[in-house]
């Protein structure tokens, strides 16, 4: 029996056994369920500021999860091994929500003030993520979510009830970059206009040479997200070559600054990343 996933804009019609687009949503018995729930391939205590999470409180540090799969096609992706992987050809071991939130709270100790949810993109797995930040927040924990944004906006909203801080990729403002990454910009932008007013947001932008690393881009994306809020943190990154994306030089840490100049005309936190 075929079945539709309704999680992201890929709306994978699927028959019986057929997996997704993203590699972790699998259709049994008519019906989508998460191929990763549960299935952790990395888990870390992290500085928050690795998030990167610049104002949400600094200093501390926070348990990072992280599973397999993911639902855009990055070619430049720094996670490949995991975010491209279907679960059968990387290494994954069993860590359920009460568990996960137990490790958390014995952590705190160290530094620890929750979950976040991290490495692939997490909301491929998202009953998974849901579930956990649902217990986590019931146990005094918070919960923080690092994510390109594509997700439908059903599923979205009722997991902000959840969630204390996001970092959410604007990869570009062009939908030709978001074709080339498989995803969707306007899905992307509704996400982000939800979430603002309901938790912390700070965004990145990871700057490729050629691609997305003119200045009136970066003028038109820093000036819509400062029609949201002028106190939004962007963190400007530079890019490195990586998976199939290795014909592209570093980008010149003089772009990276000139864009953080850019984008301060109209926000008032800038952070420049990977200079």
Sequence with gaps: MRAACGLCHHRCSLEEGGIGFCRARENRGGEIVSRNYGKLTSLALDPIEKKPLMRFFPGSRILSAGSFGCNFRCPFCQNSAISMSCGDDVR?????????????LELRGRGNIGIAYTYNEPLVGYEYVYDCAKLARSRGLRNVVVTNGC????PFDALLEHIDAMNIDLKSFTQRFYSMVRGDLETVKRNIAAAVPRC???LTTLIIPGENDSEEEMDGLSAWVASLSPDIPLHISRFFPRHEMQNKPPTPVKTVYDLAGAARKHLRYVYTGNC
């Excluded at 994954?92 to 958390?104: H, I, S």
């Excluded at 997700?151 to 059903?154: A, D, L, Q, Y």
């Design 92 to 104: 994954t071991f069993d860590c359920q929500p009460g568990e996960l939130v137990d490790r958390a």
């Design 151 to 154: 997700i439908n906006g059903g």
């Design 200 to 202: 912390h947001v700070e």
